[in-house]
């Protein structure tokens, strides 16, 4: 008789549903395994994606001392809201400059146009007043020729401190590679550059503004010379010369009235307002700071506009293209989103990076690469308003 023939019938009916049981555990484990593996293959996803948004930067437009900042860091702004001042006093009084100028351009028009009908009678008051604009003009040309000189010696002045920045800018930039000094020295010493530059552009403008002036002085003198000399010489040709000059009043005046134009914006220019509405950050500005023209005061983050960048790799993009479904996931609350595949991109992470790769040099070692695919949110979802440039999400996009 055989062994099993002798085990009790209760013990082989045991060993029976045990071998039944891990079969069906099997099955189960299989047909699990494969319905996973089949849903894995209808999505990507990663959690190398961050919120991204435009962060919009607010400047100054004018050189001035801040007199008051309205507004603080994370404090949320409407678009046109009142963020910064500069202190108006001194273009308050460049605007008052520039009116009394003009008023006094359109006084000397009208003391040169009634010069008009008397130039038809009285060729001698011609000779007067052309003796008299002799002199003005040759009164023009030295305090031009001097000006000159000045604007020449200002010129001078900034190049020399423009390259000296540039020479401490080379040094600091060493110096903060190797980390010994901060980044801070860095950065003052790099825009210390930029407003040096600035004022040596500024500067030689006026070197040829300076230098065009005494042109035209001189011109101006020689016109008046030849007045002078034309004074007695038949009527037409003074009247002509007569109504000259009350143009050349005429388009004075007009050159003022844009000084005051100008003058006029640089006033409105201190007070600074938010471009766009967001969330101020980044606040960098005090009161009683001295600003320059671009250096930039906050940083105003958009929360109505905001999407998630996922670099994917390079393997998860064949079945990816603008479209496709998405679901995000944000670590900071637990929440998920609903979204889409807005755009493909353009390069790779690596190469649009500030020091790409080069792989024709030294050795290579093949690295699956990462893309930026931006992923949009759907509009008019609960909590948008609570996310955040730079948060960490998982994005899963379905391919399917």
């Not at 049981?21 to 990507?44: D, M, P, T």
């Not at 961050?50 to 994370?74: F, M, P, Y």
């Not at 905001?306 to 900071?332: C, Y």
């Amino acid at each position: 008789m055989a062994t099993d023939d002798l085990q009790p019938p209760s013990r082989t009916r045991g060993r029976g549903r045990a071998l039944i049981v891990v079969v069906l555990i099997g099955a189960a484990l299989a047909i699990g395994g494969f319905l996973y593996w089949s849903y894995a293959q209808g999505y990507e996803s990663t959690d190398d994606a961050q919120v991204d948004g435009h962060l919009n930067g607010v400047s100054s437009r004018i050189a001035g001392t801040i007199s008051n900042v309205c507004v603080d860091e994370n404090q949320v702004v409407k678009a046109g809201d009142l963020v910064a001042e500069i202190d108006p006093r001194d273009f308050e009084i460049a605007l008052e400059q520039a009116k009394a100028e003009v008023s006094q351009k359109q006084a000397e028009v009208q003391v040169q146009d009634p010069n008009v009908p008397i130039t038809e009678v009285s060729s001698q008051t011609n000779i007067l007043t052309a003796q008299a604009d002799v002199a003005t003009a040759d009164a023009g040309v030295a305090w031009a020729e001097r000006d000159l000189l000045a604007a020449q010696g200002r010129l001078r002045e900034a190049e020399a401190n423009y390259a000296k920045a540039q020479e401490d800018e080379a040094r600091y930039k060493a110096l903060v590679e190797k980390d010994e000094i901060p980044r801070q020295v860095y950065d003052q010493s790099v825009s210390n550059t930029k407003a040096l530059q600035a004022a040596v552009d500024a500067n030689r403008a006026n070197t040829e503004a300076s230098q065009k002036l005494v042109e035209q002085r001189k011109a101006q003198l020689a016109q008046a010379q030849s007045r002078l000399g034309e004074a007695d010489r038949t009527g037409p040709q003074r009247l002509a010369v007569s109504r000259a000059n009350v143009a050349a009043k005429r388009a004075d005046t007009e050159v003022a009235k844009t000084r005051v134009d100008q003058a006029q914006l640089n006033l409105s220019y201190t007070k600074i307002y938010a471009p766009v509405s967001g969330v101020i950050t980044k606040r960098s500005v005090e009161i009683g700071n001295r600003v320059q023209p671009g250096q930039q005061l906050f940083l105003i983050g958009q929360l109505n506009d905001m999407w998630v960048t996922a670099n994917f790799k390079e393997t998860q993009l064949r079945h990816m293209h603008p479209g496709l479904r998405a679901t995000i996931s944000v670590d900071a609350y637990e929440q998920t989103y609903q979204g889409y595949v807005e755009s493909m991109p353009g390069a790779t992470g690596t190469i649009t990076s500030l020091l790409p790769p080069e792989n024709a040099s030294g050795n290579y070692v093949k690295v699956v690469q990462r893309l930026p695919v931006r992923i949009r949110f759907d509009k008019n979802q609960s909590g948008l308003d609570r996310l955040r440039p730079g948060m960490s999400v998982e994005p899963k996009v379905q391919l399917k």
